[in-house]
């Protein structure tokens, strides 16, 4: 490994290069990629999931124990694909603010609210010095009162927007690609076919087949509302469906 | 990339150089426009107004959630071009500080005083060294109580200055030339015109047209004083009229 | 010894590299297998269990100061492999948050709380550069409400994952190779079974016979709940009845 | 550019060099030049006069929000010279010491004694080394209740001294050299003649008319005592008799 | 003297090598050899000893006010090796944090418990920055109420374990290889024999026979609990006996 | 202008060089002379003088705004020789050092009171790396109730020592060669005397006559015992006396 | 002058090096002799006395103002040899202690007590970062109620020691030899021998005969317990007596 070429100390904190660039911040999303995981986010008609790879590293691990998928109300989840440690990491900061709105303001945070605040937190440890940006890329989605299915993407820079659909980690670009083209004639997905969709986009950037085992998924949807977690039965119950529709 | 050429390590914290410049505010100008957006202010007779692209980065994103127009209370607006996080960072700090001036004097911030107090704190990241200056250029809007419409540029050094129009962002020198000839005349736009003036600038700098989706406008009319951004109908009118006018 | 190969600086304080890794973070994985011991920890049917090496760096320390077994509340213990001075400041540390969890709650913390809770204390020095890493592995064992026998290991990095079994150390990898075959049929382990599991996995790795006096083991089982360590004559029957049974 | 010859990294922070200099503050000095304004304070019989230029830096900003003076009391006012967002910074502290001496004491502070304290606030940024020196210097004006017509300079060192005439800024040298002859013979100047000197040294050290709209004229008056600014009229018409005088 | 070889600025300050190395820490203990002295612990069937070297630097030195032994509370004892006044620091905060004990419990603060203590306040000082490790190694003795005599070790790593003997400072490794020899048999040694071993174990590392006044002697026993240091007559009275059974 | 020579760095903060020198110290030695302005101090029979040169760096100053002469107390003056601001903020904060004092105790600091904790101020700034010394030298005068006419000087090591009669500045060494060859009868000067021996003192090693107006004179005396400066009149007399006498 | 030789920038702060030494609490040493001075510390049988020599390094100064003695109880006094500045705020530091002492337990610190934690205060900056160790060796007299007589020495390092005669400064290792001859015989000095023994000693080192003025001394006696200053008519007086005697 060499230094990053030609960046001549402007990486080594947060300061500008000379073009404007923020190098900790530009290498906090390489470390996104370290973790090796791909994830989706999909907003369906009346739902939207997040899928990702559940990517056991050890045989000895409890698989119960290994997920990406975090409830951060009754009603807002997210996937984390980063850094495991600083996933978690963001993901209880998140739990406390929500908490911390619901203890405020009496009713439970908006999706957008919570996506904001988190990109608000990212946002100062790109300007100032004390610490290090996170290597994370969180997915959220809940349901909005009044704006129906949510899901917004936060990452280490900052940003957060609203997607239709998105991907996130080691195969973000592949995703991305893939889903544009099934979004384009902007379909109506009900909640089989966004849960599909997630999975053959999965699927299709590994260019792999992958078990219910390989898969978490979670989802919020316009009855229920809450942020629930498919059983590896509901993902096999899927898959099957997937395959057959295929 | 090589290092600031002759910089000599003066740009690496907030020092003066020799020349008595201060590299780390320039390079953060040259932050604002790795962006790649550009965005308009024109006042008018009895309206200010402005405008910008919306450009969005991945087809994926809800374009809802993609903008660049900020409402910073319900008679103050204002377009940020620059680094996203640092553009929302930003805004969100003059939301507070608006609503600290509303509680603390009982009346709505007159827009030359929001826009000193932004540009105050934008100051003290020039000046202590705990963190960058932003990359972010604020063109805020506003009908002040006797002095009519106001446009206002905060930039990254901490200026403040009123304007009759102005450009940010990459292709501000353009916008600055085409509008400067423009304004030789003084013209007195009325709201039509106001706006008009704006997707004309921007169409003529990026030498491109520009659907109704690819812009954001935001204004304040003497009449209504409120800050609203036109539905995409709103400025689809005001393209078929400018189209009509040439 | 040279410097950290093509390491570039990016190693002397918690920044990422142009690749998006953490130097330091990695460095103190390192530090754990400086201790030279292995630490074993695995889940039975109804029990689990902890065992690690006992090596008297010298002749003349009372044996019975010598321990890497930490009892962190009634109901839960460790096993803390590498720098010994950083085991205890760290099971210390646990001890206390249990402690205030207790006090706060009026129940017992359970084990995945402290787990998490450890790990996110430890991740908090992989992201601000007031302290280095803790240079240790902690495997936390103890008796679920819910959930049965828990299982889980901290990492320098912040990691925390429940186990059916697992390696820390310096013959981790070793261990884990030995384990995971083990465990392929899934097994049902008894007490017994459970322990000797444990002691053959030592002894395997290191290619060695172990006295009683050489090993540390700790339990809880669903009977007693309470977290205990074996004596050495309890040891001693284990590896009688090892023997026996190989 | 190179770096500051033979500093010998003795102007990368406040040290003392081995000649006992203070190159930041050095650089600081430099920093006001780059404005590329001059001013110009004249104290008169019963009089006390700020004079600038007004360069808009571009066509389009509104010429009225473009301003180098300040009024920091009803009866101070003062004209900066230097980097501009430093300029308002310090007159903004200006403003709030002169209000904070006010609301203790019951009276207005004294010109001198705001100057005083300005300077103060100055000398702590070349002392320590949290914030770097301001880059601007302060002209500042008023009448004392016992001294009459006062003048003050203040500049990044923290020096300030009172004045019978002064520049700063890009002509600063030009204009002391100017001043100097015209008040060897220690002229009792009147209000008009007072203005009329500002306004000739400004064409004279610029080499170059100035119209009304090219300068910014501010003035407190025995019978009035109030920091007033003139209007462009009322410059203009000094312009008038300026040119039938000569 | 040379740059410590192949460190490559790894040793500078408290971060982990490639190797996971903590230099600053190994440098410490270099700083106990750099005292010159060497002190033996030795726990007896009903007794426990310490026993250091009396060197007076300076025959002018009033000999009562050198010592290396500290009574840190009635009961407990220590002899401090290493840097002196690293020593008396750390001996001052052990009196500080036994009395707080006391006041905080009620009762005498046990001996493994104020090894703990001190064990865990040089370990911070391993881990943070702020400042370097102590260079001085403890040797503490007392009589615990259930375990009878107590002897522990605490190093500049923060590691403390239970001894039945052991050594410290410049021949730690000769006095612990001599003692190993003679604890093989696991003696059983009364008061005599306790205070004699050490008193060999010292003349045999240091290849002379010492005096009474070259030797310091603490002792707490089973009858008495509190800790004192012996007479020089008394020191005398045991050199006699051991030489005598020699 | 070349690094110091030979100073290897030790000269960039407040640390010992391997001679136990304080690199930083000494060159706010050289500040003091930078200043280009030469004091005398002189303590008579019944009276303490002290005077120093006025030079007008610009003709346009107002001379009495230059002043090198402060009032600490109505009974105790200096006068500040080295860098301005730093002169003037050492001044203040004596100012509020004597009025603290007074406020306390009820009554009038004692000059060597004042002198004392002012050094001791000094020295803290050359031993904490938070701000560099200051570049001044202060020559205090005082009655002291006891002990009569007092005069110290405090030097930017914070060392202050009282004197028959001393210098400060450029020509410091000139000025004590000067003077200690007309103190070595040990004169008792009178009030007269005391100002002429001031006034010679600075026209000889400055090797220039002065006039009235380029010489400013503090006095305490044992009748008035109030500081007071003497009037450019009074000066003037002390001359035309001193060339008589000559 | 040159690098310290060999140190690797071990020197640069307070850290350890490869051989365990603190750089920077040598040269605290090296800064001792620089103040050119040499003091004597000697305790007799019912008194205790300090002397230096008094070196007026300018003509000028009032001598009375110099001195190296200071009185920090009624009781207890020091002989401070090195850095003035140091030496001042050192000697200002233990007044401190002492009256809070007082304050606190009701009765005079004794003089072990203060000198044990003055070099607590002097060991602390040894240890920690924010300020580097004073450059003073204190040697300090006093009457202990039950030990009588007492001198201690307390070095930058933070040791102190008890002496039964002791230098510091320039020659203190000359000194040391000689009274290390003159005290073989462990002599019983009354308080006449034991000034003159003083005298003798600085005399000897300095290879000169010294005046009355050239000399100060400090003195407790069991009689008179206080700490009193020798008189210049009452040193010469034993100046007398020792060239008699000899």
Redesign the interface.
């Known amino acids: 490994?060499?230094?990053?070429a030609?960046?001549?100390?402007?990486?080594?904190?947060?300061?500008?290069?000379?073009?404007?660039?923020?190098?900790?911040v530009e290498?906090?999303?390489?470390?996104?990629?370290?973790g090796g995981l791909t994830s989706i986010g999909i907003?369906g008609k009346d739902c939207v999931v997040v899928a990702t790879q559940k990517k056991i590293p050890?045989?000895?691990?409890?698989p119960?124990?290994?997920t990406s998928l975090y409830k951060l109300t009754d009603y807002i989840g997210c996937v984390q694909t980063g850094?495991?440690?600083?996933s978690?990491?963001q993901a209880?900061k998140a739990i406390q603010e929500a908490a911390s709105f619901h203890h405020k303001f009496g009713y439970q945070i908006p999706p957008?609210a919570l996506a904001?605040r988190i990109?608000?937190i990212?946002?100062?440890s790109?300007?100032?010095?004390?610490?290090?940006?996170?290597?994370v890329s969180m997915i959220l989605i809940g349901i909005d009162d009044e704006l129906g299915p949510q899901?917004?993407k936060v990452d280490p820079?900052?940003?957060?927007?609203?997607?239709?659909?998105?991907g996130a980690g080691e195969k973000e670009q592949e995703a991305?690609n893939f889903?544009?083209k099934k979004?384009?004639p902007n379909p109506q997905l009900n909640q089989d076919e966004t849960i599909q969709m997630a999975i053959s986009t999965l699927q299709n950037v590994l260019g792999a087949d992958l078990k219910a085992s390989d898969i978490e998924i979670g989802m919020c949807t316009m009855e229920n509302r809450k942020f629930v977690q498919l059983t590896e039965a509901q993902i096999d119950d899927q898959l099957t469906k997937l395959a057959e529709r295929d």
Do not use: C
């Open positions: 490994m060499s230094r990053g030609g960046t001549a100390g402007y990486d080594m904190s947060i300061i500008f290069s000379p073009q404007g660039k923020l190098y900790q290498y906090a999303f390489k470390a996104i990629k370290t907003r050890d045989k000895l691990i409890d119960k124990s290994i850094i495991v440690p600083d978690k990491a209880t957008n904001k990109a608000d990212a946002q100062l790109t300007q100032h010095v004390s610490a290090r940006p996170l290597g899901l917004f820079a900052g940003v957060y927007s609203g997607y239709k659909a998105t991305t889903l544009e979004f384009k």
